[in-house]
């Protein structure tokens, strides 16, 4: 088929006809929403470089948590900012820590919601890494020991799904093994499989107060050159008995979704992080871009790029926006 008989055009004439022949669409069922929970009471401190992003106590976080669900978004993840940190983490663990506590007050408001931690120690330590420290480098046997009992401690908190981060090796199997141990066969693991030592987590970073004190992650999280190296991190996942793999970031790495979809028949996430939204939001202040029309386009560049799941800062925006539309088409076809 060739022009003039052939004719891409005919069928971008109308919103009706684009919408008939889309090829990818957004659902708010695609979206985790991330929380950042800190102690206290009636707290909500809004973060600087994450223009709508807040810190919240836990019973703040209870609101935004219903507010979400309310729109229809299935899932949440949480991080913690702990009252006290130390070398080793011990917050982390704690049956009373934050992420503990948030788990259970946020399951009984919201019991539907299906509530996923992030489990690393980079927010619960004084030099901000992701693991146990033995002088200048990350001890990574010792850490996945650490990371087993924090995602244990998740579990019996009431979690639905835990997710390690902290890109140690064997870190999946360490967990699996903890929770299987202590009769949590049913508790999936979400792997940050191929994480990436990326400059688009700054904001997150001022978010979770998790920066490093010295050095840098590149010795743990993979090198962005690299593109084989994220499917060896992903198999490794996988055959320590993942059951959700990730990339991260999203917007630079969209060809490693693409390869992680065509190699692993598994549910994919990929996380849309806090640099990517804190440019569409500076961006947007400045009168440069519409903010709901770049960010429907960037999430839809993600999906179609091969993810399943997108955890997102835009997570309520997105879902108030398919909900306002919804009721639009809704009005107009009547």
Known sequence: MQFPEYRLRRLRQTETLRRMVRETTLSVDDFIYPLFVVEGKGVKNPIKSMPGIFQFSIDEAIKEAKRAFELGIPAVILFGIPAQKDASAFSAVAKNGIIQRAIKEIKNAVPELCIITDVCLCEYTTHGHCGIMEGNSVDNDTTIEVL????????TAGADMVAPSAMMDGQV??????????????????????????AF????????????????????QMDFANSDEAMREITLDVEEGADI???KPAL???????RAKEEFDLPLVAYNVSGEYSMVKAAAQNGWIDNDKVMMEMLTAIKRAGADIIIS?????????????????????K
Request: contains cysteine; positive net charge; hydrophobic residues 40%.
């Open 148 to 155: 087993a009992e924090i995602a244990c401690s998740h579990a």
């Open 173 to 198: 199997a360490a967990i699996r093994e903890r929770l299987d141990e202590n009769n949590f066969h049913n508790i999936p693991i979400m792997a940050y499989s191929a994480k990436y030592a990326s």
């Open 201 to 220: 987590y700054g904001p997150f970073r001022e978010a979770a107060q998790s920066a490093p004190k010295q050095g840098d992650r590149k010795a743990y």
């Open 245 to 247: 793999i990730m990339v």
């Open 252 to 258: 630079a790495y969209l060809d490693i979704i693409r």
């Open 313 to 333: 800062y835009f997570a309520v925006e997105v879902a108030q926006l398919l909900k306002q539309k919804n009721i639009y088409e809704t009005t107009n076809h």
